[in-house]
């Protein structure tokens, strides 16, 4: 598992929440894995208790499972939930997107302008990490843009089954693909087209079904 350090602010059980959820999107750890909540504890210089409260939160997502005696693990991908995870959030940012055409002063437009060329900056310099933060960064500043904030932590908590394949694509694909779909959204929104818009974002959201088989090849271990 790879730590990173608390941030300023945080609690303990959000630090905490946020490594392993790092962890497991990023596939550190892996689906199917076992994992301990002392040994986590251990690694972050915690006491159980905040790990404990973080692994029951995830385990609402139904991300980790709990096993009675035995400990935790990974649950394998779960393509109804990666589903269930992409309808959730791709209703929600229609209208997210939606209601940035009419709100996002030139201000929001300009650091979005400036995530994109980051973006294709990364690309080129071949660090698919820094797209993948980037990437996050984009669809959260819409968030920031509409004042749904709230909206924004429901959505990355379920996103987390969506978020795995996400990272597989990254990694098994050509990432270029994903930074021109943030170009047509940006697009949309700079002409205050709301209809080209959604139709952007529906298009960048359901990206996984063209792709399914293909990762399903190259990671079988990871799919239940």
Do not use: W
């Not at 790879?2 to 392993?20: D, F, G, H, P, Q």
């Not at 002063?105 to 900056?121: A, C, P, R, S, Y």
């Amino acid at each position: 598992m790879k730590n990173t350090a608390k941030r300023e602010k945080e609690t303990n059980r959000e630090y905490a929440l946020r490594v392993i959820r790092e962890n497991i999107v990023k596939l550190e750890l892996a689906p199917g894995s076992m994992i301990s909540e002392q040994d986590i504890a251990n690694e972050l210089n915690l006491s159980r208790t905040p790990v404990h409260e973080a692994m029951q939160e995830l385990s609402s997502t139904k991300i980790i499972e709990i096993l009675p005696q035995r400990g935790s693990h990974v649950s394998l991908i779960d393509m109804d939930l990666v589903d269930e995870a992409i309808f959730v959030r791709a209703t929600i940012e229609s209208a997210i997107t939606e209601m940035c055409c009419k709100q996002a002063t030139e201000q929001d437009i300009q650091e979005l302008e400036e995530n994109v060329t980051l973006q294709q900056f990364y690309f080129e310099k071949n660090n698919l990490d820094k797209i993948m933060e980037l990437d996050n960064d984009f669809h959260e500043k819409m968030y920031r843009i509409t004042k749904k904030m709230q909206c924004h932590y429901m959505i990355r908590l379920i996103s987390i089954h969506y978020d795995r394949i996400r990272e597989l694509h990254l990694h098994s694909f050509n990432p270029e693909l994903i930074i021109n779909e943030h170009q047509d959204i940006l697009n949309a929104i700079k002409n205050r087209d709301a209809k080209a818009a959604k139709e952007a974002v529906s298009k960048h959201l359901s990206r996984k079904h063209t792709q399914e088989d293909e990762i399903k090849k190259i990671f079988p271990q990871y799919f239940a």
